[in-house]
């Protein structure tokens, strides 16, 4: 679900990043320090320093053993925690330092004071170490050295990023959540105030609208363009990727290695291309998983996490191209065409290659087309070319010996971790047996499955809202798992019988009786209601038409993912929906009519097409709800004639043509029993983008609080 709230972190983020990103832009000066925290601070000068080869300890001598021993680069090290690291950061920096040489290296190092005696002028004339500096196999190096700014800046900045938008992320969400608790269940009226002000104008203008003009949901040529406030996130990350690998180059007019200025920028900026490229993988592999540590901290939905992954991705490979063009163009000036192709023995070289356009084959084959109309091929090639890119990557930077294999093996257990709690899920709802028995009719008037899966064994509650991956055995393709919104639950025999009437005779009683036998055999059930499209759909379509009535099938159920919505918490609610999207509703009816404390009113506005489907839900999904006088349901689309609601409570209503979604949330701006609303949409991405926009216009002019929430799931 996305959340206006939760999408207020990010904003925080952009200030937060002003100030790495402007230590980038530092000159390396004694009053540089700056990063706060003690292991990453130290990490940072370690990852600096890696390359130097310091004189004064054997050649060959391990990183480890040789940061712990040699006494040049220890006190280079000090001298980096001292001109980098905040007081408290450098303190906790030393302790880990010390405890590690004492560990692995059976070392003692010396106190930081070693280096007290260095004045501020004597620091700022030592040399220091580039990010693209080279050493010779034989080079000795007899000084102290100290990282560059913009060499620290560039690691430090590029590991803290997302680790910073997660942290913001969660401290917000559990503000968001003391908040609900402390505050009463209702608000008489939105903020007022200069903070009232400043959330509003936050959720028109930064958090809750399109990018560009209203399209969100929908495409845009080959792609979907975010919302705003996760655009300005991508942005703020795009702009430190391009700072880290442009700045503080230094070029020289005598240089050993490229003797001109253009074949340094060349080998310069295709190094760090290809190094960032590199580390972003991590966050691509995490961002692209259900099970998303990053999602169940923050409390944002897969869709925000799905385009984070999907636009870390297309910048890593276009650094990636960056980096394989850049060293193509240096070879072939430095030897043209027959020194070019001498590389081409090379295993990492080819490698690389490989992994570069097997990169532009998957972005090309990512495009919103793809994902929507070929999912099933889009989902294969993806798997496929994933793990091309992996292992020639791992092969690229075999040449290094190890000092980037964490890139590899970090995604690597990110994706078998995935996979393990996918697997925990379906265990935890059928804990006996991986497979779960279920029933599918299908009614071919509506076009619509429903699909009823027994939940007597599960050990937790099935929340409103939350969806599941279905995995259907007993069809061609059973690996293959689909998502779908749990549309109401029922409770088994025991709840249902209470329902009964207590006093009845004749032949009333012998009915009672004979349902309460059929009630008792019952069992607490979750039903989903599919609409048949191809593919996956349409298997399980040929599947309940086989047998008359209900077919039963075997299922792998995977859940439950996603969150429950505070609407009970809202005194109005407006759902805008539109065909099996309706689900949603469906799902919160039970919580919104009958078990929450509050008088909430409920307002339904469902666009469908087929008659025959909207009949269905309304007598057998909705009859109990619309006893509630606080339930309201219209009904869009429909051709005249169907007598669709005929002996069905007045409080559904019909209309022709589709809904005016602006017409119908600023209708609301006039009801003065209106306290805070809620508007959740749910439907073709058309909808979802129009209902954003009306919500967005609503704001301008609403006397109460509005908060939006949408429901769209998108590959």
């Given at each position: 679900m996305r959340r206006p709230s939760s999408a207020l972190a990010p904003l925080g983020l952009l200030l937060m990043l002003l100030l790495p990103l402007g230590a980038v832009a530092r000159t390396g000066t004694n009053s540089s320090a700056w990063a706060p925290d003690g292991p990453l601070c130290l990490q940072s000068c370690k990852d600096s320093l890696w390359q130097v080869p310091f004189g004064d300890v054997p050649h060959g001598t391990s990183a480890a053993q040789k940061l712990c021993t040699s006494r040049l680069e220890l006190r280079s090290t000090f001298l980096c925690l001292r001109l980098y690291c905040l007081p408290e950061a450098r303190d906790q920096a030393y302790e880990e330092l010390y405890e590690t040489c004492l560990a692995q290296a059976g070392v003692s190092i010396p106190p930081l004071d070693i280096v007290a005696g260095y004045t501020r002028e004597q620091i700022g004339e030592m040399e220091r170490v580039h990010q693209d500096d080279k050493f010779a196999p034989d080079e000795k190096v007899e000084q102290l050295m100290i990282p560059a700014s913009a060499l620290f800046a560039a690691w430090l900045v590029m590991m803290q990023f997302w680790a910073v938008v997660v942290i913001f992320g969660t401290a917000y969400?559990?503000?968001?959540?003391?908040?609900?608790?402390?505050?009463?269940?209702?608000?008489?009226?939105?903020?007022?105030?200069?903070?009232?002000?400043?959330?509003?104008?936050?959720?028109?203008?930064?958090?809750?609208?399109?990018t560009f003009g209203h399209r969100c949901a929908q495409s845009i040529w080959w792609c979907t363009i975010p919302t705003r406030i996760q655009t300005l996130t991508l942005t703020a990350f795009l702009i430190l990727n391009i700072a880290c690998s442009i700045h503080g180059y230094r070029l020289t007019a005598v240089n050993l290695y490229f003797p001109t200025t253009e074949q340094q920028i060349f080998r310069y900026v295709s190094d760090r291309t290809g190094i960032i490229s590199f580390a972003n993988f991590p966050a691509i592999w995490l961002f692209g998983m259900r099970n998303n540590v990053a999602m169940w901290l923050t409390g944002w939905d897969f869709g925000a996490y799905n385009n984070f992954h999907r636009w870390v991705a297309r910048i890593a490979t276009l650094q990636a191209v960056i980096h394989s063009v850049g060293y193509t163009v240096l070879i072939w000036r430095q030897g043209g065409w027959k020194y070019f192709a001498s590389w081409w023995v090379k295993w990492w070289w080819c490698a690389g290659e490989i992994?570069?356009?097997?990169?532009?084959?998957?972005?090309?084959?990512?495009?919103y087309w793809m994902r929507r109309e070929k999912y099933e091929l889009f989902l294969v090639l993806h798997i496929v070319m994933s793990v091309i890119i992996l292992g020639t990557m791992l092969g690229h930077v075999s040449i290094f010996n190890g000092e980037y294999d964490a890139l590899f093996w970090v995604p690597l257990v990110i994706w078998i971790l995935d996979r393990?709690?996918?697997?925990?899920?379906?265990?935890?709802?059928?804990?006996?047996?991986?497979?779960?028995?279920?029933?599918?009719?299908?009614?071919?008037?509506?076009?619509?499955?429903?699909?009823?899966?027994?939940a007597e064994q599960t050990i937790y509650k099935v929340s409103p809202g939350t969806f599941y991956y279905l995995s259907v055995l007993d069809v061609s393709r059973s690996w293959e798992s689909h998502p779908f919104t749990v549309a109401s639950v029922s409770q088994g025999g025991d709840a249902q019988a209470e329902q009964m009437p207590l006093l009845e005779t004749g032949e009333d009683a012998q009915d009672i009786e004979e349902t309460e036998v059929k009630l008792s055999q019952e069992t607490p059930s979750m039903t989903f209601l599919v609409r048949p499209y191809d593919s996956f759909t349409d298997r399980l379509k040929e599947l309940a038409v086989a047998?008359?009535?209900?077919?039963?099938v075997r299922l792998l159920v995977d859940g439950p993912y996603g969150s429950t919505l505070p609407l009970e918490r809202f005194s109005?609610?407006?759902?805008?929906?539109?065909?099996?999207?309706?689900?949603?509703?469906?799902?919160?009816?039970?919580?919104?009519?009958?078990?929450?404390?509050?008088?909430?009113?409920?307002?339904?506005?469902?666009?469908?097409r087929e008659p025959a489907f909207a009949r269905d839900v309304l007598i057998n999904d909705m009859a109990d709800a619309l006893t509630n006088e606080h339930l309201s349901v219209n009904i869009y689309g429909p051709s005249r004639g169907h007598n669709l609601l005929h002996g069905i409570s007045d409080r559904a209503n019909e209309h022709y043509g589709r809904p005016d979604i602006g017409s119908i949330v600023a209708s609301k701006l006039a009801d003065?029993?209106?306290?805070?609303?809620?508007?959740?949409?749910?439907?073709?991405?058309?909808?979802?983008?129009?209902?954003?926009?009306?919500?967005?216009?609503a704001l301008a002019h609403a006397p109460f609080a509005i908060e939006y929430f949408e429901e769209h799931f998108t590959w």
């Open positions: 969400r559990l503000f968001i959540a003391v908040a609900y608790k402390l505050r009463p269940k209702s608000q008489q009226s939105r903020p007022i105030g200069v903070l009232g002000s400043a959330k509003n104008w936050l959720q028109r203008k930064v958090i809750l609208p399109a992994a570069t356009v097997v990169m532009c084959l998957l972005l090309a084959c990512s495009v393990v709690l996918r697997l925990v899920r379906v265990l935890v709802f059928k804990p006996k047996c991986w497979s779960t028995p279920a029933s599918v009719t299908y009614n071919e008037s509506s076009n619509i499955l429903r699909l009823q899966v027994p047998q008359p009535e209900t077919s039963p109005h609610v407006l759902f805008i929906v539109g065909g099996s999207g309706v689900v949603l509703p469906l799902s919160y009816l039970d919580l919104l009519t009958n078990k929450t404390q509050s008088m909430v009113s409920v307002d339904i506005h469902w666009a469908v003065q029993e209106i306290e805070r609303l809620a508007v959740v949409a749910c439907g073709p991405a058309g909808m979802a983008d129009d209902s954003r926009r009306a919500v967005v216009d």
